[in-house]
């Protein structure tokens, strides 16, 4: 069982960034494909990143390319997603997952972290 824990969430005018945390349980986190969702009130949960287990592939919802950044430390247990020129519709419910699948690319993964929210002003 691996246990998720993100942090970094809070209140932001447009325009500024905020970087998130998700640190994980257990010795094997460097096995595991990593991913970042967001939900917003009334929407479906939706992907935001993906990092590879190594960290050399990264992939993103088109509305974050350019302004987001995910990143791991396996070292720490720990992903990142810096998030940068942050705007209104970024508001949401941000959520880390993991996957046992080192090549996963699906959106069900094994893992779900309890969410941390992230509130853009305009």
């Known amino acids: 069982q691996v246990q998720l824990v993100e942090s970094g969430g809070g209140l932001v005018q447009a325009g500024g960034s905020l970087r998130l945390s998700c640190t994980a349980s257990g010795r094997t986190f460097s096995m595991y494909t990593m991913g970042w969702f967001r939900q917003a009130p009334g929407k479906e949960r939706e992907f935001v990143a993906r990092?590879?287990?190594?960290?050399?592939?990264?992939y993103y919802v088109d509305s974050v390319k350019g302004r987001f950044t995910v990143s791991r430390d396996n070292a720490k247990n720990t992903v990142y997603l810096q998030m940068n020129s942050l705007k209104p519709e970024d508001t949401a419910v941000y959520y880390c997952?993991?996957?046992?699948?080192?090549?996963?690319?699906?959106?069900?993964?094994?893992?779900w972290g309890q969410g941390t929210q992230v509130t853009v002003s305009s």
């Open positions: 997952a993991a996957d046992r699948n080192p090549n996963y690319s699906g959106r069900r993964y094994d893992y």
């Open positions: 990092i590879s287990v190594s960290g050399a592939a990264t």
